[in-house]
């Protein structure tokens, strides 16, 4: 009886022989396999480096200073890509320039080519125009209502302004609020000439220059074209205001 058992036993294992070696030999190739492959880190070390270089060259090219953070998105951990024996390339996709939300293709050009999109982050961060208080609609813009401050201008889709000089004295669109930034669609001139103003009207025709009194009918900022009463021909005409109380059209 025991002796029945104990051949039983021996006759189970040695049927479960082929079955264990052909897991082990499985696990071991899929062991090789990833070690042979191209690593999840080394698809984000090339993105990274590449998307700096990038950006670097940006801001040079563009002189622009600031101050930049680059991010590379997350990847499936349980991606895998054929071993390159190439080194990797990268590619900037969209958009064109590397600011804001970006997407890199990296690729290899080996003898067993493949090709990924990856997401990633540039920061962009500069010294743009904010509002000190709340100001309200159709207000002249003072010193001190602005100021400078550190701001990711990729999330600035409406645009920003970089310079103090050039928002003082703009008349403000819309109310603004505390430590908003000021973007251009939110300005406008003042009037330099006001409907109902006397204005001297200039026309020019080569060297010579002709003066002559008249009324503006609108009001009208610097470089805005405007219409304007010839008060000695009595004409409607339109005119470039170029100063307060001056406006010029073309012969």
Known sequence: MNIQMTLSRHTMAERNLPSKFFLFCFSLFLTNFAAAGTSIDQIIDTAQSFLEQETKNYLSNSDIKARYEVS??????????????????????????????????????????WSIFVPAQVNLYRDVVVATRPIKRNSIIQTNDISLAERDVGNLKQGYLLSLDSVIGSLTTRALQHDQVISPNQLRQPAAVKRGDQVIIS??????????????LSDGAIGEQIRVLNTRSQRVIHARVVAPGQVEVAM
């Open 203 to 216: 026309a020019m025709s080569g060297r010579v220059r002709v003066r002559m009194p008249g009324e503006a």
């Open 72 to 113: 590379i998105g997350r990847l499936d951990n349980r991606l895998r890509m054929a071993a390159c024996d190439q080194p990797l390339s990268a590619s900037l996709e969209n958009p064109q320039q590397p600011v804001g939300r970006v997407t890199l293709r990296i690729r290899c050009e080996g003898s067993a080519p």
